[in-house]
């Protein structure tokens, strides 16, 4: 799909960062002429950017319809992670394989760890409203680990596919992290996967990376489930989930 340049541009990314971050909330409705008055901009860019971010699963158009943010579904985020378990751990495993053949690989990854010790640090000191502030910091770094693994996947349709499903794990990710405690021990489920790739061991990247999946998932489910979001008629937890 051709990238979009100029005010439509402008118009996707505001729309985009306030989907993924839920200032727009799940089901919400994306009038045209209503982004058009706020946002400054003519209904034609306005239309292109919804088209787009539906053609990413973010928005539901129907032509002739009001468009809406995409309503965030149990199935669907087990789905997502399912999908994800099968991409990411693989990743993390080959990375580390190839950061134990050149360590220049392996650059990106020792900053993100030290970059994390410091916060972990600096983040257990403060009060619980100072905590809250702090969030960002966490999830800049969670991000960074996610990006820094797409740029050294030697496999390029891998890589491709896991940077194609970013734009439907943001939101998730706003989620998923709702707590200190789940903050914490997210944190420490990114120093595991930043110390097995560093150490170029993959078996436990690979474990590592799978192990932060699981626990993200049920920590999202927990969240969906005790929070009113339009999550659709797939409600109902599989006891074996």
């Keep these: 799909m051709a990238r979009a340049t100029g005010k439509s541009e402008v118009v996707y990314e505001r729309l985009k960062g306030d989907i993924e971050s839920l200032r727009l909330r799940p089901g919400a409705k994306l009038s045209e002429v209503q982004l058009s008055e706020e946002l400054g901009a003519s ?11 539906a053609g990413e699963g973010l928005v539901d158009f129907v ?3 009001v468009a809406r943010v995409a ?15 099968l991409l990411e751990p693989r990743a993390a495993a080959s990375v580390a394989t190839a950061g134990a053949a050149d360590e220049r690989v392996l650059v990106p990854f020792r900053g993100l760890l030290e970059r994390l010790e410091e916060f972990d640090e600096s983040f257990r000191a403060l009060d619980a409203a100072e905590q809250a502030r702090s969030y960002q910091k966490f999830y800049d770094m969670s991000e960074g680990f996610d990006q820094a693994l797409i740029a050294a996947c030697r496999n390029p349709y891998l890589a491709r596919t896991i940077r194609d499903l970013r734009s439907q794990t943001a939101r998730l990710r706003n989620l998923s992290h709702s ?19 560093t150490q170029g061991d993959a078996p436990a990247a690979e474990a590592a990376c799978r192990h932060h999946l699981a626990q993200t998932l049920r920590a999202l489910i927990d969240s969906l489930t005790g929070q009113d979001f339009a999550i659709g008629a797939d409600v109902q937890l599989d006891a074996a989930h």
């Design 63 to 65: 032509p002739g319809e």
């Design 43 to 53: 209904r034609t860019p306005v239309r292109e950017a919804i088209r787009r971010l």
């Design 71 to 85: 309503p965030i579904s149990l199935g669907g985020a087990r789905a997502l992670f399912e999908f994800r378990m």
């Design 179 to 197: 707590g200190p405690r789940r903050m914490l021990t997210s944190l420490e489920e990114h120093r595991a996967m930043l110390k097995a790739v």
